[in-house]
Structure formats: C-alpha cells, structure tokens
C-alpha cells in the first residue's frame, strides 16, 4: 500500500492548508506561459479552474462535449452552497462545517482535506459576489442564507432554485473572459476519450470532435479531469442525458485509481417513476424539506385506496398520518440527512404505504406551511420549483401534497486523488464529482457546489504549482510523437469495433438493463447475494453489448447514437467495479447500505475493518481489479454512530 | 396518443434539407416532447434508419441545450417552457406537428434539429463578466445589494442562453440575450466599473456575429422559457447610448 501516498501536509488540523500554500512550489510568471494545462469538463470545478489557471497565467485548453461550456450540469443544482461565513450569528464556523461534512459523510472522509473545503468555502462566496452572482439578498442588501438538509445552522447561500446556474455563469463569465483574452483556447462538443501517458506522466488526451467524428490530439502538461459524477450508469438518475463516466473510465485503465465507487447518493426528493418512457428524474429541491412535512398514511389501506383512487391526501385525517422522519427522527425530522431521508421513504413503501400507483412515492406536504406563513411566502420561497413540479406531474403542490421518492443523484466515489487532488498518474488530476475526496460515504445538501468550486477556484491553482514547477524544462511535446498515435489508434480500434458490431439491440436496450440491475443490486440496499448475482449479470451484459449492439450511422459523422454507445460501454465496465467495490465493503455507511448489517434500520458501520478508503486498480477488463487501502486517520474526532435522532 | 411529425432532416451543414413525415403511435399523454422523439428514434434505429439529431441534457430546462421550433414556435405551445418541459398533453390525438431547428443565419445547422449557438459565447466573451481574478474578492458582505436591484439582476441572470428570442424574431436579433446579461451586470454594484465598455463590446460582437436589430415586435419576450422582460433592451439601449457618449 506504500503507494498510496495521500500526501497530508505535516501540523495540526488548522493549520495544514496554509503550512502546505506557504511551502508550495511556485512556478515564475515567464514560466506559466510556457506551460500548458488541459481541462475536461467545464462545470464548476472545471469551469474555475481553466479560468483561474488562465489568469494566472497558464496555457489553458479546455474540453466539454456539450455545444457551450455553459451547459454542464452543475448548472442544475437548485437549492444552495453552504459556506462558514457566521453570518447569521449562529454559532457556525469552520470546524463546524467541517465536522458536519465529516460526520454527514459517515466517517468515511479525509478530515485534512475536508478542513480545508470548509475554509475555503468562506472564499468562495466573496468570489462569486465579486462576478456578480445574484445571490438572494435581505431587505439591508446583505445576503440572505437558510438551512438546507442536515444542518442546524443557517450557512446556505441560494439564488432562488437556481443556485447552480448562477455559479455556473459565473464561472462560464470567467472562463470566457479568458477565452476572448486568449489564454483559454475552448473545445466544445468535443469528447475525451483516451488520455496520452509518456514516461508515466499524463502528457494528453485524444478527443472526438463530435461534430466531424475525427479523433483529434492534445498536448497538455499536465491534464485534469473534471468531467462530473456517473450517476447516469443507473440509467435513470437526476443527472443531465449527456453526463457520463467517459474521462474518468479512460484515466481508471491508464493507471488511475477508483475510489469507493459504490457510494452512491440517492436524493429523497424526486419525483417519482411513471413510466418505461421515461429518460430521465427530475429532483424537487431539498430545500422543500424546510417546509414540507414527509409522510405516509399509518394503515395499507389507506395508502392502498390513494393508490387506487379512492382516496386522496386530505381524506387522511392528521391523526391517520405518519409523518415518519418527524417520529424517528425527533431533533433533525423532515431535514435530516439524505440517505436516512431516502432509506426511511423507502422503508415506509416497502411496508406497503406507498401513495402512487406503483407504490413507490410518498408525500411532501406545504399545508401546515402555507396556514403559518400564507400562500404568497410559501410560493416566494420556492419560486421555480412549484411551477416545474406542476408542469411534470399536472399538479399543484400549493393544493394537494407533492408526490415524491428517491432517485440517484451524486455519486460520492471518484477517481482517487492525494491532498493536491492528483490521481496515481502524475500530472493527472481530478477535480470535482468526478473525484472522490471531500464527501466520504454520503454528500450534505448544498456541499457539491462548495467542493466543485473550492477545487477549481482556491485548491488546484495552489497544487499544479507544485508539480509544473518542476516540468518547466520539458518543452511542449509534439502530437505526432507515438505515444499519442498509440493512444489514437487504440480509441480508433474501439470506436470501429463497436460501430461494426451491427447487432439488434439498440444503445438504450442496454443502458436500461444496466441500469435495472444497478438499482435492483446495487441501490438503495443491497446484499451479499444480490451483488454477486449482478456482477455475473453485469459481465453477461458486457459480452452481449460488444456482440449484438446496433449502432446507426458511421465513424465520420455527427452521431449521438455512437456517443452515446461509447458511454455506454464504459458505464457497464464501471458498473461491474461498483458492485466490487459494494460486496467487499461488509457494513453500512451512507449512501452504501448493506441489508446485512444493520440495527433496526440504521446503517451499521465497521470502523475496525472498514475505515479506509477502497481504491480499486485496474488490471484488465475480464480480469478482477486489484485493492489498495488507504486508511482513515481521525486525529481531531471522535468516531461515533450518526445519530439524528 | 397518435401525430404525425413533419421533421426537419438536414444531413450537415452543407446539405439541403427538408421537411419529412413520420407517423407516431400509442404515445403516452405524460410523455414529453423529447421521450417522444425518443421513441420515433428508437423506432427508426430499429428498421435501420438514421435516428433524429437534436440537441438536450439536462431535461429540466435550466442547462439550454435543447431547441426546436415547434409547430411555427419556438419550444413549442407552451409559455415560459423549454422544449424539455413540454408534455404530450398539450397537444391533440392525431395533431400534425411541425418540427424545425432555430433557424438564424448567425445558428448555422449543424444536423437535423442541431444548431451552432457558438455566437453567443463570443458575446459573452466581449464582456459578460465582471473582470475580478480569482482570489481578489473583498468579504461578500461588504458590498450591500438594494434587495430590488438583485432581485431584478436575478430576474435578467435566469436566461438560460437558448436561442429562442433569436428564432422567434423575424429580424432573429439576439437583443434579448445580450441585454439578459448587460442588465444583470448593469443593476449590480460589482458590474458598474466596466459597464460602458461591456456595453459597446457586447453590441459590436452581437452585430458582428450577423444578428439583427429590434424593431419592438417583443416576440422574443413571448417565446422566452426563463420570461426574460423586453425592458432590460430598453436598459440595454440606454447603457449603449451612454457608453457611446461617454466614450466620445
């Protein structure tokens, strides 16, 4: 395991960052121009980091498969970024924020580096003022915050249900003010699909100009990825259609490490399945959970006659109904943690008092707020949300309750990264959902926004310093060199030989199976049983993808349909390893809930045999990956089980 | 549910284009608009034919990327709607719909419904920002924002950079967009040091890219999805008129 060096800087807890930023390598001015840097994905981490590099003054090329850097999906996140500033004289700081993170993430996470998002989260939020993001404001012009899921202090800062947009554009502003300035140099509708590796250092990619279909290549001195979460390999998830697990798949079998890719997040507020059609979830903000009540009828058969029509929300009386968080979970209630919230939902449906068709819903309910602050504030506070639920679902929350049940969402695991967010390739990082530093085992609402900023922003900039320091002598490597024909022939081998397959089934008869097995294996609660059953589903699937998949179109060409192939086969690789990774971790922790061990219901952890993170090597696709540990330090909290009760 | 489509095809860019029928059947009235292209799709890849391409992501109509001119609108029947928002429901059994790629001659097709919208980030990169570096920010909180004034910068910040206004003006002017962010930048305190030359370099781009000008028909507002008001061109002209004063 010596390799696994996770690189923690030496001192105590509040100090490391700042000893680390003191001690870093700089690299000169006249040197930054010399040295170029590529960047997958153009979300927030993404986004922010190709922009702050630029203005430092390095040669940027930044890659993102949509048709404007814009588009990425961070741009959906609704309800807010949580940031230790105190403003509201609550009682928050920054080891508050970050024992939260820590403890909201069930023990699973690295306390140096999430000390060091909880500082930074304070920067942030001056930062995006400084662009101009329109944050929510009180009537003295300071900012607005709220409480937001799993948190007893206010410290979210929101721009109505539109948080990540405006972050987003803030971000996007930055980075194209560094295009026109000409120290970006933008790829859209480009994909990556292979990294360049010379002399064991990422020196490239290979991307797909998806526009033409040619396989293009790119130097880089150094390569991050920040091309976001694989939530998609569920093929039903919150995530945008586009999202995938590509880049971080291609770096994983080059030589970069997965970590815990079984953590999964699945958000308790979305709304629920209503047909085979359907191609995507929509999530209800979590900020919902603030005033609306979760519950279910206490009896079957009231659900059963809700179910079948007979019935409807206000025929329950209040004393019939089982506001469930509330009940177990006194002192968190309607907001404690996701995975509980998501876990407790589907508890209360699997004893039969689900209250849509297919049993798998249960209520958000905005009576009692709408009777305590009025109509006009309840629809203020929530402005996009409501009108986007009724538009789904033809229905008004503000008249009857919403119907809601759990989807995927994030995905917590990642590329494994050391402190300075490189994974075990030099010179390549991960940034972002794509990495799996900051969130441990569950993510806290309002934290992903926070991580994918501070890595691009505040975090990165300070790193790479320290590795392209060293890398000022090497001069810019010309692509025809054969280590990037090497890698364009093996993305070029692939591609034809799943165009050529010309099976019967198409790209989404697959994804859809894919994504049945995940959620049946490897959701919300899984068992020893079910998992090794769907590894060998996973690998007959695998086998009959690369032999009966049809792919219309050709190589030379716009073709999503191809795309979408290729995501697709990396999804089915990556699925395999997920459920790898669920079977050897033998207890419950967040979003990882192992139907074997539990306390009546509650996750159990095993932080003797379990406190480490599991990050998987790649040997060979039929072969099994290989584990290495990375062991858990907590030198400044006490372990315990997370209660919310 | 059973329509008939009437699709724009188009090969690539160079190629002619026209419209082609297709009939589509037991569709689900809570399907939307883009599941049942999906479903024609997947119909066609399964007799052999080229699928439909069209642009989407995020399906919640927040990231912009889906377009389609929709029966002669943009998105569709529907107000304040992207196409991704629009529901089978608002349409009648056996209705024929029409559908298009935003059409403009700075979107130049790039496939079927796909188009390059890749002037509006040359827009933004005149100016849609505020020129602040990463690490220079002052405490958030010491810059107070009238509550009226962020929230009406929020109001113009909403626009999701679609495309809409453009294919729904007859002059396809791209002055919603851009006043969308002059605005949003013009009633922030953080936008006011570079306001005038955002102003004038926005513009200038807009015309470069072979947009029109406004002439009050305010289609753009009625197609906008995000409700993006015709007053922030009002704000817009006045910020260009000043700035072009003021750079005398």
């Known amino acids: ?645 | 549910m059973k329509f008939n489509l009437k699709v724009w095809r188009q090969k690539n860019a160079k190629a002619q284009g026209k419209l082609v029928d297709y009939t589509i059947d037991n569709i689900n009235a809570d399907m939307s608009f883009l599941e049942m292209v999906d479903v024609l799709n997947d119909n066609l890849t399964r007799k052999g034919e080229d699928p439909i391409a069209f642009d989407h992501d995020c399906r919640e109509g927040i990231c912009g990327m889906c377009s389609m001119y929709i029966s002669g609108r943009a998105h569709g029947p529907h107000h304040a709607a992207t196409t991704c928002q629009l529901y089978m429901r608002s349409f009648k059994d056996g209705d024929t719909i029409y559908v298009e790629p935003f059409r403009a001659g700075a979107f130049p097709i790039v496939k079927d419904l796909v188009t390059d919208r890749s002037a509006f980030d040359r827009i933004i990169a005149k100016g849609g920002f505020v020129s602040v570096n990463t690490g220079q920010a002052q405490d958030a909180n010491n810059l107070p924002v009238d509550k009226a004034d962020a929230e009406k910068a929020m109001d113009a910040a909403a626009c999701i950079g679609c495309g809409a206004c453009v294919a729904a003006c007859p002059n396809s002017a791209a002055m919603l967009f851009v006043s969308a962010k002059i605005s949003q930048l013009a009633l922030l305190p953080q936008g006011g040091p570079e306001r005038n030359n955002r102003a004038i370099n926005m513009v200038n781009q807009m015309d470069e890219e072979g947009f029109g000008n406004c002439t009050n028909i305010g289609a753009c507002e009625a197609e906008c999805p995000k409700e993006i008001k015709l007053t922030n061109i009002a704000r817009m002209n006045r910020e260009y008129l000043v700035a072009s004063l003021v750079n005398e």
């Not at chain 1, 999430?114 to 001056?126: G, P, Q």
């Not at chain 1, 880049?247 to 079984?262: R, S, V």
């Not at chain 1, 990556?574 to 990774?581: A, F, K, P, Q, R």
């Open chain 1, 1 to 645: 395991m010596s390799e696994l060096n996770s690189k923690i800087p030496e001192g105590p807890l509040a100090d490391k960052w700042n000893n680390y930023k003191e001690h870093a390598k700089l690299v000169n001015p006249a040197n930054k121009r010399k040295l170029e840097v590529i960047v997958v994905g153009t979300g927030l981490a993404g986004a922010a980091a190709a922009a702050s590099l630029a203005e430092l003054g390095y040669q940027v090329k930044a890659f993102c498969f949509q048709d404007s850097p814009r588009r990425a999906h961070s741009i959906a996140a609704q309800g807010g970024i949580n940031a230790a500033k105190n403003y509201k004289n609550d009682g928050d700081s920054v080891f508050r924020l970050f024992y939260d993170t820590i403890k909201g993430g069930d023990f699973r996470a690295r306390e140096a580096n999430v000390y060091r998002l909880a500082t930074e989260s304070r920067n942030i939020i001056d930062q995006c003022v400084a662009q101009g993001v329109p944050f929510a404001r009180e009537y003295g012009g300071l900012l607005d915050n709220r409480s937001f899921g799993g948190s007893q202090v206010s410290r979210t800062f929101y721009a109505r249900g539109q948080t990540g947009q405006q972050l987003l554009l803030g971000a996007y502003g930055a980075l194209e003010r560094q295009i026109g300035l000409g120290n970006v140099k933008m790829y859209s509708r480009h994909e990556m699909v292979e990294v360049v590796t010379i002399e064991g250092k990422a020196r490239g990619i290979i991307a797909r100009n998806l526009i033409s279909g040619e396989l293009e290549r790119f130097f880089g001195h150094a390569v991050i990825l920040a091309s976001g979460g694989y939530g998609n390999v569920f093929f039903l998830s919150t995530n945008a259609m586009g999202s995938n697990v590509t880049a971080a798949w291609k770096a994983h079998k080059k030589g970069a490490y997965f970590a815990n890719p079984c953590y999964t997040q699945i958000h308790p507020t979305c709304i629920p399945v209503t047909g085979d059609y359907q191609s995507k979830l929509t999530l209800m903000s979590e900020s919902l959970r603030n005033d609306g009540r979760v519950w279910v009828p206490k009896t079957k058969e009231d659900a059963k006659a809700i179910r079948e029509g007979k019935k409807t929300a206000v025929d329950i009386k209040e004393e019939d109904r089982d506001y469930y968080l509330e009940r177990k979970y006194p002192s968190f209630g309607n907001l404690c943690p996701r995975d509980i919230a998501s876990r407790a939902a589907k508890e209360a449906c699997d004893d039969g008092r689900g209250i849509v068709p297919s049993g798998l819903g249960v209520f958000l309910d905005f009576a009692d707020a709408i009777k305590r602050l009025g109509v006009e504030v309840v629809k203020a506070r929530y402005g996009e949300l409501f009108p986007m639920y009724q538009n789904i679902t033809n229905e008004d929350p503000l008249k009857t309750p919403m119907k809601i049940y759990p989807a995927v969402h994030y995905v917590m695991g990642g590329l494994w990264v050391d402190y300075e967010l490189m994974t075990t390739v030099t010179g390549l990082y991960c940034l972002g959902e794509a990495n799996f530093s900051d969130h441990g085992a569950n993510r806290l609402g309002a934290s992903a926004l926070m991580q994918g900023l501070a890595d691009g922003y505040f975090v990165i900039p300070y790193t790479i310093g320290n590795y392209l320091s060293s890398e000022i002598f090497t001069k810019a490597i010309p692509t025809d060199h054969p280590a990037f024909a090497e890698a364009e022939k093996e993305a070029k081998e692939r591609a034809e030989k799943l165009i050529g397959v010309k099976g019967k089934k198409t790209v989404d008869d697959f994804h859809k199976e894919l994504g049945k097995i995940m959620w049946e294996y490897c959701g919300m609660a899984r068992t020893a049983e079910g998992l090794t059953k769907a590894r060998t589903l996973i690998q007959d699937l695998r086998k009959e993808f690369w032999s009966n998949v049809n792919i219309p179109g050709s190589l030379d060409e716009f073709n999503p349909e191809f795309d979408k192939a290729g995501r697709v086969a990396d999804f089915i690789e990556l699925g395999e390893l997920m459920v790898i990774d669920a079977l050897n971790r033998n207890e419950s922790c967040g979003g990882h809930f192992r139907s074997e061990y539990q306390d009546a219901g509650e996750a159990k952890r095993d932080d003797e045999k379990y406190a480490y993170v599991a990050a998987w090597e790649h040997k060979a696709v039929n072969a099994d990956p290989v584990l290495h540990k990375e062991e858990l330090i907590y030198e400044n909290i006490k372990l315990q089980v997370r209660s919310y009760k």
